[in-house]
């Protein structure tokens, strides 16, 4: 799918599971929001919220991908960044689970406007999840809810173009083997519990002129590496400015980590942002493994990619 190329985009990680003020910047590429120049702190929360600001021919788009686990962080940081809901023109829910679509309704409530929200349909069906300590949900996202509250509901299936500059490539297909889903996770269809493939979850493409891909994807549960390589074969863009997102590894074991740092670098990726539901472990393993280019992925952190 022909993907036209802007002359940049910006991320500002408005939610994550991370704060750290002694992170590092990359000046001109990654910088850290420094300590004590908001009017009022950051919140770091198990959840994802991220705010894609794009620009081409003069023109500028705002995307917020996810809303985080609750209205009480993403607004808090909204707020401390100087980010209006209503300056956004259009919202993408990668998939669905609570801790991305936790603020959405108050999003919808306080907007003087109604709002494209692109997903995949398969982010109504009802998710819960098994670990260790017992089940935990189901949770439902409402469709109903969200048309009442002033919702124009895009719902995609399969690669579409946002605002004529960025591609959801709708469900991942899969091209390397140690990426599956993991157990853990259910979906409730008729009542009755299945694994969940995450046929919902879907990445957030753009093509930067003279510097390449940048993908944003949020958990990653088909895989980071399967992600990556299918935004390539659904652009015929195979360089890759940056990955930046979730990428849910450590719950995976030490030999999922290790398939997927090698499968990273045989990628040759410019610049690794990682946070959310990484995990530690593997956190520390992607710093080892990238040194130069890896960065963690922190609340108040601005990445841009082009001119």
Request: glycine letters at 10%; hydrophobic letters at 40%; charged letters at 20%.
């Amino acid at each position: 799918m022909e993907l036209p190329k802007i002359k940049s985009v910006a991320i500002d990680i408005v939610v994550d599971n991370f704060i750290d003020v002694f992170e590092p910047s990359l000046p001109g590429l990654v910088e850290r929001m420094p300590p004590g120049r908001l009017k009022k702190p950051l919140i770091a929360a198990h959840g994802l919220a991220m705010l894609v600001t794009l620009t081409q021919n003069g023109q500028t788009r705002q995307i917020l991908m996810d809303t985080s686990n609750s209205p009480l962080v993403l607004f808090n940081n909204l707020e401390a960044l100087e980010k209006s809901v209503d300056d956004i023109n259009a919202l993408f829910l990668s998939h669905g689970h609570p801790d991305h679509y936790g603020g959405l309704g108050e999003l919808l409530a306080r907007r003087q406007a109604a709002l494209d929200i692109y997903l995949h349909p398969d982010s109504y069906i009802p998710k819960l999840l098994i670990t260790p300590k017992g089940r935990v949900g189901p949770w439902t996202l409402e469709r109903e809810q969200l048309v009442a509250a002033g919702a124009r509901l895009q719902e995609n299936t399969g690669p579409t173009l946002v605002a004529g500059m960025a591609l959801l490539t709708g469900p991942t297909e899969a091209s390397v083997g140690y990426e599956t889903p993991l157990p853990g996770p259910k979906r409730l269809i008729n009542g009755k519990e299945e694994k969940d493939e995450f046929q919902d979850e879907q990445a957030l493409v753009v093509n930067v002129q003279d510097r390449g891909l940048v993908i944003l994807s949020a958990c990653s549960h088909p895989g980071i590496t399967n992600m990556i390589r299918y935004a390539q074969k659904l652009t015929g863009e195979t360089k890759v400015a940056a990955v930046i997102g979730g990428f849910h590894l450590t719950a995976g074991g030490p030999q999922l980590i290790q398939n997927t740092i090698k499968g990273l670098q045989e990628l040759d990726i410019d610049l690794i942002v990682s946070g959310h539901c990484t995990g530690f472990r593997a956190l520390t393993q992607l710093i080892v493994a990238f040194p130069e280019k890896f960065m963690v992925s922190c609340v108040g952190t601005r990445v841009t990619i082009g001119s």
